[in-house]
Protein backbone atom coordinates (compact mmCIF):
# COMPACT_ATOMS: atom_id res chain seq x y z
CA UNK A 1 0.00 0.00 0.00
CA UNK A 2 0.96 3.59 -1.26
CA UNK A 3 0.32 6.56 1.26
CA UNK A 4 0.22 10.29 -0.23
CA UNK A 5 2.58 11.63 2.53
CA UNK A 6 4.63 14.29 0.67
CA UNK A 7 7.69 15.94 2.51
CA UNK A 8 6.57 19.16 3.33
CA UNK A 9 8.21 22.09 5.32
CA UNK A 10 6.77 24.16 7.73
CA UNK A 11 6.55 28.02 6.80
CA UNK A 12 5.05 30.61 9.36
CA UNK A 13 2.82 33.41 8.17
CA UNK A 14 2.89 32.75 4.57
CA UNK A 15 2.20 36.36 2.83
CA UNK A 16 -0.01 37.12 0.04
CA UNK A 17 1.74 36.50 -3.06
CA UNK A 18 2.31 39.58 -4.99
CA UNK A 19 0.33 40.22 -8.56
CA UNK A 20 3.73 40.35 -10.31
CA UNK A 21 3.96 36.81 -9.58
CA UNK A 22 2.53 35.64 -12.89
CA UNK A 23 4.72 37.47 -15.46
CA UNK A 24 6.91 35.10 -17.40
CA UNK A 25 5.03 32.21 -15.21
CA UNK A 26 2.96 29.18 -16.25
CA UNK A 27 0.31 28.74 -14.04
CA UNK A 28 -2.14 25.60 -12.70
CA UNK A 29 -5.42 25.67 -10.48
CA UNK A 30 -7.22 23.62 -8.55
CA UNK A 31 -10.54 23.31 -8.48
CA UNK A 32 -12.30 23.02 -5.43
CA UNK A 33 -11.88 24.74 -2.79
CA UNK A 34 -9.81 26.90 -4.96
CA UNK A 35 -11.51 28.35 -7.27
CA UNK A 36 -15.00 27.22 -6.00
CA UNK A 37 -16.14 26.56 -2.26
CA UNK A 38 -16.47 22.92 -0.92
CA UNK A 39 -19.97 21.15 -0.77
CA UNK A 40 -21.14 18.52 0.86
CA UNK A 41 -21.39 16.58 -2.42
CA UNK A 42 -19.24 16.53 -4.98
CA UNK A 43 -22.02 17.19 -7.95
CA UNK A 44 -23.33 20.24 -5.23
CA UNK A 45 -20.50 22.52 -5.92
CA UNK A 46 -21.23 25.82 -7.30
CA UNK A 47 -19.14 27.66 -10.21
CA UNK A 48 -18.91 31.29 -9.93
CA UNK A 49 -20.93 33.19 -13.34
CA UNK A 50 -17.34 34.79 -13.88
CA UNK A 51 -14.83 32.38 -13.31
CA UNK A 52 -15.22 30.69 -16.90
CA UNK A 53 -14.58 33.93 -18.29
CA UNK A 54 -11.65 34.40 -15.84
CA UNK A 55 -10.04 31.03 -16.61
CA UNK A 56 -9.95 32.46 -20.42
CA UNK A 57 -9.40 35.71 -19.99
CA UNK A 58 -6.02 34.10 -17.86
CA UNK A 59 -5.49 31.41 -20.65
CA UNK A 60 -5.42 34.06 -23.13
CA UNK A 61 -2.96 36.71 -21.34
CA UNK A 62 -0.88 33.71 -20.14
CA UNK A 63 -0.50 32.50 -23.81
CA UNK A 64 -1.77 29.31 -22.99
CA UNK A 65 0.41 28.35 -20.22
CA UNK A 66 -2.47 27.72 -17.80
CA UNK A 67 -3.77 24.43 -16.78
CA UNK A 68 -6.65 22.90 -14.28
CA UNK A 69 -5.08 20.12 -12.18
CA UNK A 70 -8.06 18.57 -9.98
CA UNK A 71 -8.39 15.14 -8.42
CA UNK A 72 -11.83 15.32 -10.50
CA UNK A 73 -12.08 13.72 -13.60
CA UNK A 74 -10.98 15.82 -16.42
CA UNK A 75 -14.46 15.65 -18.52
CA UNK A 76 -16.33 16.61 -15.41
CA UNK A 77 -14.22 19.41 -14.58
CA UNK A 78 -14.39 20.79 -18.46
CA UNK A 79 -17.96 20.08 -18.30
CA UNK A 80 -18.53 22.28 -15.12
CA UNK A 81 -15.99 25.00 -15.74
CA UNK A 82 -16.86 25.56 -19.44
CA UNK A 83 -13.64 26.83 -20.31
CA UNK A 84 -11.31 24.53 -22.89
CA UNK A 85 -8.35 24.98 -21.57
CA UNK A 86 -5.73 22.19 -20.86
CA UNK A 87 -6.96 19.87 -17.58
CA UNK A 88 -5.93 17.28 -15.63
CA UNK A 89 -7.84 15.18 -13.90
CA UNK A 90 -7.38 12.02 -11.40
CA UNK A 91 -5.02 13.94 -9.05
CA UNK A 92 -2.57 14.04 -11.75
CA UNK A 93 -2.89 11.30 -14.17
CA UNK A 94 -5.52 12.02 -16.63
CA UNK A 95 -4.60 14.69 -19.59
CA UNK A 96 -7.47 16.16 -21.81
CA UNK A 97 -5.70 18.81 -24.57
CA UNK A 98 -7.78 21.98 -24.75
CA UNK A 99 -8.98 20.39 -27.94
CA UNK A 100 -10.53 17.52 -25.46
CA UNK A 101 -8.10 15.01 -26.69
CA UNK A 102 -7.80 12.80 -23.78
CA UNK A 103 -4.01 11.06 -23.59
CA UNK A 104 -4.63 6.95 -23.30
CA UNK A 105 -5.03 5.57 -19.54
CA UNK A 106 -5.82 1.91 -18.31
CA UNK A 107 -8.29 1.96 -15.32
CA UNK A 108 -7.53 -0.77 -12.81
CA UNK A 109 -9.79 -3.67 -12.65
CA UNK A 110 -9.75 -4.19 -8.81
CA UNK A 111 -11.11 -0.40 -8.59
CA UNK A 112 -14.80 -2.39 -9.52
CA UNK A 113 -14.49 -4.21 -6.48
CA UNK A 114 -13.25 -1.21 -4.38
CA UNK A 115 -16.31 0.48 -5.54
CA UNK A 116 -18.65 -2.45 -4.66
CA UNK A 117 -17.03 -2.93 -1.14
CA UNK A 118 -17.80 1.05 -0.51
CA UNK A 119 -20.98 1.00 -1.71
CA UNK A 120 -21.83 -1.35 0.83
CA UNK A 121 -20.15 0.77 3.26
CA UNK A 122 -22.46 3.68 2.39
CA UNK A 123 -25.77 1.69 3.20
CA UNK A 124 -25.01 1.19 6.78
CA UNK A 125 -23.49 4.35 7.55
CA UNK A 126 -26.43 7.33 5.79
CA UNK A 127 -24.77 10.69 4.65
CA UNK A 128 -21.80 8.82 3.27
CA UNK A 129 -21.17 8.61 -0.55
CA UNK A 130 -19.24 6.86 -3.07
CA UNK A 131 -17.81 8.97 -6.35
CA UNK A 132 -16.38 6.66 -9.13
CA UNK A 133 -14.00 8.42 -11.09
CA UNK A 134 -11.74 7.32 -13.87
CA UNK A 135 -9.27 5.78 -12.20
CA UNK A 136 -9.93 6.27 -8.38
CA UNK A 137 -13.38 5.52 -6.33
CA UNK A 138 -14.03 8.33 -3.25
CA UNK A 139 -15.22 7.65 -0.19
CA UNK A 140 -17.06 11.01 1.03
CA UNK A 141 -17.97 11.41 4.69
CA UNK A 142 -18.24 15.16 4.96
CA UNK A 143 -22.34 14.53 5.85
CA UNK A 144 -21.05 11.96 7.84
CA UNK A 145 -18.40 12.83 10.11
CA UNK A 146 -18.54 9.90 12.56
CA UNK A 147 -17.60 7.45 10.04
CA UNK A 148 -14.31 8.81 9.39
CA UNK A 149 -12.83 6.20 11.12
CA UNK A 150 -14.77 3.32 9.56
CA UNK A 151 -14.26 4.71 5.80
CA UNK A 152 -10.70 5.38 6.25
CA UNK A 153 -10.56 1.85 7.85
CA UNK A 154 -12.17 0.25 4.47
CA UNK A 155 -10.14 2.30 2.05
CA UNK A 156 -6.69 1.51 4.00
CA UNK A 157 -7.71 -2.34 3.51
CA UNK A 158 -8.81 -2.03 0.02
CA UNK A 159 -6.04 -0.30 -0.78
CA UNK A 160 -3.46 -2.91 0.80
CA UNK A 161 -5.04 -5.69 -0.88
CA UNK A 162 -5.27 -4.35 -4.47
CA UNK A 163 -1.94 -2.48 -4.36
CA UNK A 164 -3.75 0.69 -4.95
CA UNK A 165 -2.71 4.12 -4.00
CA UNK A 166 -4.62 5.44 -0.56
CA UNK A 167 -5.14 9.40 -1.65
CA UNK A 168 -6.60 11.08 1.68
CA UNK A 169 -8.35 14.54 1.60
CA UNK A 170 -10.59 16.36 2.96
CA UNK A 171 -13.22 14.75 4.32
CA UNK A 172 -12.82 11.72 1.80
CA UNK A 173 -10.57 9.31 1.28
CA UNK A 174 -9.90 7.79 -2.17
CA UNK A 175 -8.31 4.35 -3.54
CA UNK A 176 -6.60 5.20 -7.09
CA UNK A 177 -4.48 3.75 -9.93
CA UNK A 178 -0.60 5.19 -7.93
CA UNK A 179 2.30 6.13 -10.64
CA UNK A 180 1.53 9.88 -10.63
CA UNK A 181 0.18 12.27 -8.02
CA UNK A 182 -0.34 16.41 -9.14
CA UNK A 183 3.46 17.05 -8.53
CA UNK A 184 4.43 14.66 -11.38
CA UNK A 185 1.71 16.41 -13.49
CA UNK A 186 3.48 20.09 -13.41
CA UNK A 187 6.86 18.32 -14.19
CA UNK A 188 5.16 16.87 -17.13
CA UNK A 189 3.77 20.00 -18.57
CA UNK A 190 6.99 22.41 -17.62
CA UNK A 191 8.23 20.13 -20.14
CA UNK A 192 5.98 21.37 -22.73
CA UNK A 193 7.52 23.76 -25.50
CA UNK A 194 5.37 27.11 -24.40
CA UNK A 195 6.24 26.40 -20.39
CA UNK A 196 10.09 25.58 -20.97
CA UNK A 197 11.79 28.22 -19.43
CA UNK A 198 8.88 29.74 -17.58
CA UNK A 199 8.62 29.44 -13.67
CA UNK A 200 5.43 27.43 -12.34
CA UNK A 201 2.97 28.74 -10.67
CA UNK A 202 0.19 26.38 -8.34
CA UNK A 203 -2.85 27.35 -6.48
CA UNK A 204 -4.10 24.93 -4.55
CA UNK A 205 -6.00 24.02 -0.40
CA UNK A 206 -5.71 20.36 0.44
CA UNK A 207 -3.02 17.59 0.52
CA UNK A 208 -3.32 16.51 -2.36
CA UNK A 209 -2.10 19.33 -3.51
CA UNK A 210 1.05 19.20 -1.59
CA UNK A 211 3.19 17.46 -4.49
CA UNK A 212 2.29 20.28 -6.67
CA UNK A 213 4.12 22.91 -3.99
CA UNK A 214 6.90 20.62 -3.61
CA UNK A 215 7.09 20.63 -7.64
CA UNK A 216 6.46 24.19 -8.29
CA UNK A 217 9.18 25.41 -5.79
CA UNK A 218 11.57 22.77 -6.88
CA UNK A 219 11.20 24.20 -10.35
CA UNK A 220 12.16 27.54 -9.42
CA UNK A 221 8.39 28.62 -9.42
CA UNK A 222 6.34 28.70 -5.93
CA UNK A 223 2.85 27.80 -4.63
CA UNK A 224 -0.02 29.48 -3.22
CA UNK A 225 -1.69 27.84 0.09
CA UNK A 226 -5.66 28.34 -0.29
CA UNK A 227 -6.67 28.28 3.39
CA UNK A 228 -5.67 28.79 6.86
CA UNK A 229 -2.43 28.60 7.97
CA UNK A 230 -0.90 25.13 7.95
CA UNK A 231 1.99 23.22 7.83
CA UNK A 232 3.01 23.16 4.07
CA UNK A 233 5.49 23.23 0.79
CA UNK A 234 3.56 26.69 0.06
CA UNK A 235 5.66 30.04 -0.71
CA UNK A 236 2.38 32.20 -0.21
CA UNK A 237 -1.38 32.32 0.89
CA UNK A 238 -4.57 32.98 0.14
CA UNK A 239 -7.53 33.22 2.98
CA UNK A 240 -10.03 31.79 0.67
CA UNK A 241 -11.83 31.24 -2.79
CA UNK A 242 -12.81 34.64 -2.87
CA UNK A 243 -9.69 36.00 -2.18
CA UNK A 244 -7.83 33.85 -4.31
CA UNK A 245 -10.50 35.04 -7.22
CA UNK A 246 -9.56 38.30 -6.30
CA UNK A 247 -6.23 37.74 -6.80
CA UNK A 248 -6.30 35.91 -10.07
CA UNK A 249 -8.45 38.99 -11.43
CA UNK A 250 -5.18 41.14 -9.80
CA UNK A 251 -2.46 38.94 -11.35
CA UNK A 252 -4.16 38.81 -14.94
CA UNK A 253 -4.23 42.67 -15.38
CA UNK A 254 -0.73 42.74 -14.54
CA UNK A 255 0.21 39.93 -17.08
CA UNK A 256 -2.13 41.97 -19.84
Known amino acids: MRHSDPMVAYAPLLRTPPVELLWHASLFLDFDGTLVELAERPDAVRVDVQLPGLIRQLHERLDGRLALISGRSASRLRAMLGADVLTVGSHGMEFMAADGTVAPFERPAALAEVEAAMSGLTRLHPGTLVEVKPLG ?20 SLAERHELYLQPG ?4 EVRAGGGDKGTAIRTLMREPDMIGTRPIFMGDDITDEPGFVAAQELSGAGILVGEQRTTAA ?21 A
Open 137 to 156: VALHFRKCPSAEAVCVGLAS
Open 235 to 255: SYRLDDVKATLAWLEAASAEV
Open 170 to 173: KMMI
